[in-house]
């Protein structure tokens, strides 16, 4: 059982920064010795949509909106992820998940339980 757990998140103005960070417990296993991760947000009323993720191999990929405004990263030795977000704005209000998913398997994957970020105009 793999068990993400997630630190970072609060409430910013508009302009400002914040760190989100996951750490991937129990992946250790062969299953997940490929695999990517990555966060999501959801907005109120709105589905959950990729922000960033990467692979283990460090591969990454953004959403349009995010792009030349937030950084992914990874330890993949430790199966860590850290999103650095700068500049926010309004719309980037939501509750932030972090998942992870084996490249092995693709039904292999793990939601964390949500961090809420919010961005006042």
């Known amino acids: 059982q793999v068990r993400l757990v997630e630190s970072g998140g609060g409430s910013v103005p508009a302009g400002g920064s914040l760190t989100l960070s996951c750490s991937a417990r129990?992946?250790?296993?062969?299953?997940?010795?490929?695999?990517?991760m990555g966060w999501y947000s959801q907005a109120p009323g709105h589905q959950r949509e990729l922000v960033a993720d990467i692979t283990s191999g460090g591969r990454s990929r953004y959403a349009d909106s995010v792009k030349g405004r937030f950084t992914i990263s990874r330890d993949s030795a430790m199966n860590t992820v850290t999103l650095q977000m700068s500049s926010l704005n309004p719309e980037d209000t939501g509750v932030y998940y972090c998942k992870i998913t084996s490249l092995i398997r693709d039904s292999y994957s793990y939601w964390g339980q949500g961090t809420q970020v919010t961005v006042s105009s």
């Open positions: 129990g992946a250790s296993t062969s299953l997940f010795r490929s695999n990517v």
